[in-house]
């Protein structure tokens, strides 16, 4: 079965610093990584893909560990208008697997 | 550019009543993918599309559950008949193919009474 684990939070963090998730996934055939943010009462939106060599987008960045089959998001001088679920989202050929979302809650 | 769309945005029926949710997805995206999210379990795949064709629909939780795409631009996914555990919100994406990005549609918001 193909999972991808997330820690579900909810994480508290005081506005401008600096917060890291991690999700980790079974399937070592998983090719496509994905971040995507769901604000509450909303749909899933894509927040950014995850590149081998890891890629950066304003304040956030995205790493993959293929060797320890994880990814991980780093938001950088976070805003209260981060507060939302992130959905790590992995998968292949067969389709992507959508983790259950990590809660971050940006406190002013 | 239109995004998928999905209809009706909220739904309350009674239990035993049919219920149809409706999809158009992204001009060009040739994958649809149908969801449903509770708080209890997260976002489950019911049933992927391919070139309209159904791929896997192992997360259909039971006969009363059924989807058709009958063409590139129309989905459907149907519950008779419905029952309270149905309650959820029901997404819909698409992509262009199975490992792209998905899209996701606003859901439809199911109450069963």
């Known amino acids: 079965r193909k999972e991808v684990e997330q820690d579900p939070g909810p994480f508290n963090v005081p506005e401008g610093a600096t917060v890291a998730f991690n999700c980790t996934y079974s399937n070592s055939a998983s090719q496509s990584f994905f971040w995507y943010r769901q604000d509450c009462r909303k749909e899933p939106k894509l927040l950014m893909s995850?590149?081998?060599s890891g890629n950066e987008d304003g304040r956030f960045t995205a790493q993959l560990n293929r060797a320890s089959q994880y990814i991980s998001l780093l938001i950088r001088d976070s805003k209260l208008s981060d507060s939302a679920t992130y959905l790590c989202?992995?998968?292949?050929?067969?389709?992507?697997?959508f983790g259950k979302g990590t809660h971050l809650i940006i406190q002013p | 550019d239109a995004g998928v769309i999905q209809s009706p945005r909220h739904e309350v029926t009674e239990m035993g009543q049919e219920v149809t949710l409706r999809c158009k997805p992204i001009s060009g995206h040739n994958s649809l993918f149908w969801y449903r999210q509770t708080m209890m379990r997260g976002l489950e795949l019911l049933i992927y599309f391919n070139n309209n064709v159904p791929i896997d629909d192992s997360g259909m939780p039971e006969d009363r559950f059924s989807a058709k795409m009958p063409n590139a631009s129309f989905s459907t996914l149907k519950i008779q008949p419905s029952e309270p555990r149905d309650s959820a919100v029901y997404f819909c994406?698409?992509?262009?193919?199975?490992?792209?990005?998905?899209?996701f549609g606003p859901g439809t918001r199911l109450t069963v009474t």
């Open positions: 994406a698409s992509s262009f193919g199975l490992v792209y990005e998905q899209y």
């Open positions: 995850v590149y081998s």
């Open positions: 989202v992995g998968g292949g050929a067969d389709g992507l697997t």
